[in-house]
């Protein structure tokens, strides 16, 4: 008996170790990751920007970036990794590191999301997928061209109205071609806000199974028009949260928000 109970102290110290080791794992892993997503976002006279990464695990497969090309033209992307955990945020990293290579040597969005899908099809083997949005801004010229890859429409307000933004393809990595993509664009009017968004957010169920969906991001769009990115952004986190409730996350959650000073104000 005597060393039976030793065994099976000995098996049980040793799998408690290992648990420490993955533990410990996943928090360098974790660290590692809040290195990729962009904290000091850009506030400059013609653009305030705001951002919420919340992860389903330590670690997650979604991803926001805001990426300045000078002369006051940045790229805005979300994008969204199929599946969760390690696997899905291995495949986000390395399609992090693609994008920012893809948008220093070429210039056309249209080449640039080719680009994208050849190298994610090549790496996840046709298994995992990601839905993406990509956009170039043109502060100067007031302009968005954009590609949806399959992603949820990001929401553009303007005065009056909120425009969707639908245009694209379907979502990287599905096939080794794309077998459609569509350019869309849209003018930037004075004050306009820019919320883009990964399914993790409207998909949240309360306690009643109930889902937020785009509705009250919506309305914080609306009841905020004036306001700064930074307070659209703390609207919506804080609708969502109350919506949540004790509810745990159901998913990875990115969220950046984007509001486009009046240039004549500057």
């Not at 006051?72 to 994008?99: E, Q």
């Amino acid at each position: 008996n005597l060393v039976v109970v030793a065994m099976e102290n000995r098996r049980l110290a040793a799998r408690q170790l290992q648990q420490e080791r993955d533990k410990r794992e996943w928090e360098l892993a974790a660290q590692m990751q809040q290195m990729l997503v962009p904290h000091d976002l850009p506030d400059t006279p013609l653009l305030g920007a705001a951002g919420w990464y919340q992860p389903h695990q330590l670690v997650g497969g979604d991803y926001y970036d805001l990426i300045p090309l000078g002369e006051d033209r940045y790229v805005v992307c979300v994008a969204d990794v199929s599946g969760k955990g390690i696997a899905a945020a291995m495949l986000m990293s390395n399609f992090h590191a693609t994008l920012r290579a893809s948008l220093s040597r070429i210039g056309d969005l249209e080449e640039v999301v080719h680009h994208l899908n050849e190298r994610v099809f090549a790496n996840a083997r046709g298994e995992r997928f990601i839905t993406l949005f990509l956009g170039h801004v043109d502060l100067r010229a007031r302009r968005i061209r954009f590609v949806n890859a399959g992603h949820n429409d990001p929401m553009l307000r303007v005065p009056g109205k909120t425009i969707l933004l639908h245009d694209g393809c379907i979502a990287l990595g599905m096939m080794p071609k794309l077998p459609f993509l569509r350019i869309g664009e849209v003018e930037l009017t004075p004050c306009c806000v820019l919320v883009c968004y990964t399914d993790g957010l409207v998909e949240q169920e309360d306690a009643h199974g109930r889902a937020f969906e785009t509705q009250p991001v919506e309305e914080a769009m609306t009841l905020l028009a004036q306001a700064q990115a930074t307070e659209i952004n703390a609207a919506i986190m804080s609708a969502f949260e109350s919506h949540r409730g004790s509810e745990p996350y159901l998913d990875d959650i990115a969220l950046l928000t984007c509001r486009f000073k009046d240039p004549t104000k500057v």
